[in-house]
């Protein structure tokens, strides 16, 4: 079976969730690579809904392998609930979860961090969702981050923390004297962890290349989407590691090589919770209808998600840097009643047309869509598993996109359950 990375195409929140789940049959371990408990992977099985923040959906699965990269920010308190969770549903983990020791740890500080910073921003602020992965990322890239290691090792521990809270003196000086010495014991607390993390800890790049040398598949499970990428999203309104199929390589340490597909995930419509450019964002009553049949909302935050149009040229955007090479998509459903449906194909910006993403926030707020428009097939698609009975109008809505970007959808998905999925 081949190395697979499923990857999200849009803002996030595109049902990556669903569908890493049913490639899970196929593979023997699932490893996530970037980002943190700013995800929130949604996976419904019979009556039961799952929402998985930083471990691995295939933790689902019994006998699968689930993989915490090092390029992930894991907040150790998060992990150990979001476990105790698990523990609580009869799913078992021992000896199944094996995390990166190089993994950096998001601290108690890095959530009041961002929380003064977005305040401080204004109306600028990101919009972020509060779990502290922006400055957690910002003290990894300058050198002075806490490893998951480091918890074995108290001395260094304290004098990182100890420089941290230093280091950010200026930002934290506006907390009362209380609270910021509540803040370093309660960071100081972390140590005690210690016990817990250490049968979890693991080379995770050695047991990655040793499995592919034993030819065992794995599924590179994707956080967050493209367009949330800090290098390709919308700048700065994205999250803070890359989010791209790129990130696999360094957030788990395989090489490109071992990377046989790349599977990309879109919404039939568009979606993005926080702030920034949403160029076919519906702001008006069919926004909220989209929000409403689509139970937009947040599942780590429980924010409403601001809704729109497909958007061809973003999609494109995702296929060239993920290199995707087949299409899941999810939520067609949505669309049912809807007696017209619209899909972006281009941006009239200053009198042109453009077709090509561009990462110039100033063209992304103040382009106007062009829209192609289809009549909706106002019809009951819900749990449909067989391409031929869409009616013609969401069959030709389908085609129409994997026409356009060339490109195969193999898989649409017409409601949450596993089997209320399309396989083509
Ligand atoms: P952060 O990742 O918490 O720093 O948030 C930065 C931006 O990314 C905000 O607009 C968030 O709403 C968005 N974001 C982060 N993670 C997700 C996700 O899993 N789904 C959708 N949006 C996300």
Redesign the pocket.
């Known amino acids: 079976m081949p190395n697979r990375v499923v990857v999200g195409m849009q ?3 595109e049902g990556k969730g669903k569908i890493v789940d049913l490639l899970t049959e196929e593979a023997d371990i699932i490893a996530r690579y970037s ?1 943190g408990a ?3 992977h949604t996976v419904v099985i019979n009556e039961d809904r799952f929402i998985l923040h930083l471990i691995p959906t295939g933790i689902l699965h019994e006998r699968k392998i689930c993989v915490i990269g090092n390029g992930v920010v894991i907040d150790l308190k998060h992990l150990f609930s979001e476990l105790e969770e698990l523990k609580k549903r009869d799913i078992r983990f021992q000896r199944r979860l094996l995390i990166s020791q190089s993994a950096h740890l998001v601290m108690p500080y890095h959530k009041v961090e ?1 929380r003064l910073e977005e305040e401080a921003r204004g109306k600028g602020r ?6 502290g ?2 400055p957690a990322y910002q003290d990894k890239m300058a050198r002075r981050g806490i490893r998951a290691m480091d918890i074995f090792n108290p001395r260094l521990f304290k004098q990182k923390v100890e420089w941290n809270l230093k280091v950010k003196d200026d930002l934290l000086s506006a907390l009362p004297e209380h609270e910021l010495i509540a803040l370093k014991n309660k960071s100081l607390d972390v140590l005690k962890l210690n016990r817990k993390v250490k049968p979890l800890l693991a080379d995770v790049s050695w047991f990655l290349n040793q499995s592919i040398k034993k030819r065992k598949s794995i599924l590179f499970e994707g ?3 493209t367009l ?1 990428d800090v290098d390709f999203g919308t700048y700065p ?4 590691s890359n989010t791209t199929a790129g990130a696999v390589c360094t957030g788990l340490g395989i090489a490109p090589s071992a990377i046989d597909e790349v599977i990309g995930v879109t919404k039939a419509y568009t979606t ?5 450019p949403f160029p076919t964002e519906e702001k008006g009553k069919l926004g909220k209808i989209l929000q409403e049949r689509g139970n937009e909302f ?1 599942a ?2 429980g924010r409403p998600r601001r809704c729109g149009w497909l958007d061809l040229v973003l999609l494109k955007h995702s296929l060239r840097i993920n290199g995707i090479s087949k299409i899941a998509l999810t939520k067609l459903d949505v669309l049912d009643q809807l007696d017209k449906i619209k899909v972006c194909v281009g941006y009239k910006y200053r009198g042109k047309i453009l077709t090509e993403f561009v990462p110039d926030l100033r063209i992304l707020e103040n382009c106007q869509p062009v829209y192609k428009e289809f009549a909706g097939w106002q019809k009951t698609i819900g749990g449909t598993t067989n391409f031929k009975k869409l009616p013609e109008r969401a069959k030709r809505y389908v085609d129409f996109i994997s026409r356009k970007l060339n490109t195969l959808i193999f898989m649409i998905s017409t409601g949450d359950k596993r089997n209320q999925t399309i396989r083509l």
């Open positions: 803002w996030g929140d980002g700013n995800a929130g961002e990101i919009g972020s969702t509060g779990r992965i922006g956080a967050q989407g949330l309104y994205c999250t803070s993005r919770v926080g702030n920034g947040g780590t935050t």
